[in-house]
């Protein structure tokens, strides 16, 4: 049967485009110069040969798939989220919810070892999958983030780096799971074997008959009404790295209604930049707006790294990035004064204006330029 969503959105346009892929293997200055402008333009990119091993990459998704495979009350023990721990639907405090669950974790190695022991039978195999996963991406978010001090012609081009290298850092790594939206027994998968997990590749079926769905065809401008799993926002971190499986859902905001489909790469990893680095760069970077749609035949698991400075770390426009021409666009703050405001929003709030130096906006709820707000460390 269809299972009918509680969250169908409004019709959008689809715009297929071809977003940045970076070879991480390339001449340095040529990677440098890539990485700056595609975090000018868009606030987001994909990056191939980035080093983190394919195994390493296996073996965190079978440990996520395993969890969420898991019967709702074995889930459960892991939860409520504080905003650590699982959850379902619910995503904060505030009321917003989507066809998602989760598994959101600090990535200090003491408090993913004590959150291992209700969410694993093998808390040991878990807890150390996570920490290989994320140390290898970590390394990967620092070498980006080098590469950006460079670009910005830092005095100290590690400065960003070390935001998220230092031993306080707030970084957390999630889990985000959105089952399918069709609840069968079994399906028939393309080469005629029956899959059980309804986790089939069904990708040519006409689905404009179904609610909440219509066929998207390749080219500009196309309307699509689909089910968002996880609403428009932006991160607040400092800098997003994201793995899914091979099932698309992930879109970008080019704005004016206009989204760009993000199609998933096993050999790539997702970048994109978060509100920090947008205020640190003073407006310079973008931090992309994105959403999460839910695919109507394959469950879809994303793993995501938040790359986030020490709470007592202080957020300003670097000096390099402020002149006459470009006077600083945001009042400093720290990262703790910053998720405790956010704390207080919700999806479709504005995040960064409360902190510009000149308060010309409006904070409307309807508006389209106020639908990227953060609930504390619950997002996408």
Known sequence: MVAASPTPVRPDRIRPIGLPVIDLTRKRSDVVDLIVRASEELGFFKVVNHGVPRHVVANMEAEAFAFFAQP??????????????????????????GEVEYLLLHTNQA????????????????????REYVEAVKDLAVEILEMVGEGLRLTDPKKLARLIRDGESDSVFRLNHYPSLISTTTTTNNNGTVD????????????SSQQGWCNVVNGGGVSVKGVVGFGEH?????????????VVGLQISLGDGLWAPVSPDPDSFCVNVGDALQALTNGRFISVRHRAMVNPYRSRLSMVYFGAPPLHARIAPLPETV???????????????????????????????????????VDNDDDDDHRNGFHGLNHL
């Open 72 to 97: 709702p009350p074995e889930k459960l023990k892991a939860g409520p989220p504080n905003p650590l721990g699982y959850g379902y639907k619910n995503i904060g405090f505030n009321g917003d919810t």
């Open 111 to 130: 408090s993913i070892n004590h959150r291992s022991k209700t969410i694993s039978e093998d808390p040991n195999k878990f807890s150390c999958t996570v």
């Open 196 to 207: 059980k997990d309804n986790n089939n590749n069904s990708s040519g079926r006409d689905m």
């Open 234 to 246: 932006s991160d607040p971190q400092i800098l997003t790295l994201l793995r899914s499986n091979d």
């Open 323 to 361: 002149t006459a021409q470009t006077p600083s666009l945001y009042r400093p703050f720290t990262w703790a004064e910053y998720k405790k405001a956010a704390y207080s929003l919700r999806l479709s709030h504005s995040r960064l204006d409360p902190f510009r130096t000149v308060a010309d906006f």
